[in-house]
């Protein structure tokens, strides 16, 4: 299980970085499609961010051009950089693998307006 970290209580406008250390994966680490997810309140959990191997990555269009996913292969460790948040992207963030796998302990994120 991953665990996400790095939420909080941020203005609309602001800016936060989550983190996920996946240290279990060793050297897969690199290879495998990792990505964010969110659960806002009362909604399901969507897919907001992949990356791949290659460094390929793939965002939802609500967060296209704020939103950046990133990994540090040697730190075993994948990131999101949320820039000008809106009170939308209020909700759990959780990170996986894809096909996901057991889900891990997310962390909250609010945005308020």
């Known amino acids: 299980q991953l665990q996400a970290s790095g939420g909080g209580v941020v203005q609309a406008g602001g800016s936060l970085r989550l983190s996920c250390a996946a240290p279990a994966y060793g050297a897969m680490f690199s290879l495998r499609m990792m990505g964010w997810y969110r659960q806002a309140p009362g909604k399901q959990r969507e897919l907001v961010a992949t990356i791949e191997k290659g460094d390929i990555r793939n965002y939802v269009d609500s967060v296209k051009g704020r939103f950046t996913i990133s990994r540090d292969n040697a730190a075993y460790t994948m990131y999101l950089e949320m820039n000008s948040l809106k009170p939308e992207g209020t909700g759990v963030y959780y990170c996986?693998?894809?096909?996901?796998?057991?889900w891990g302990q997310g962390t909250l994120v609010t945005v308020s307006s």
């Open positions: 996986n693998k894809i096909p996901n796998g057991d």
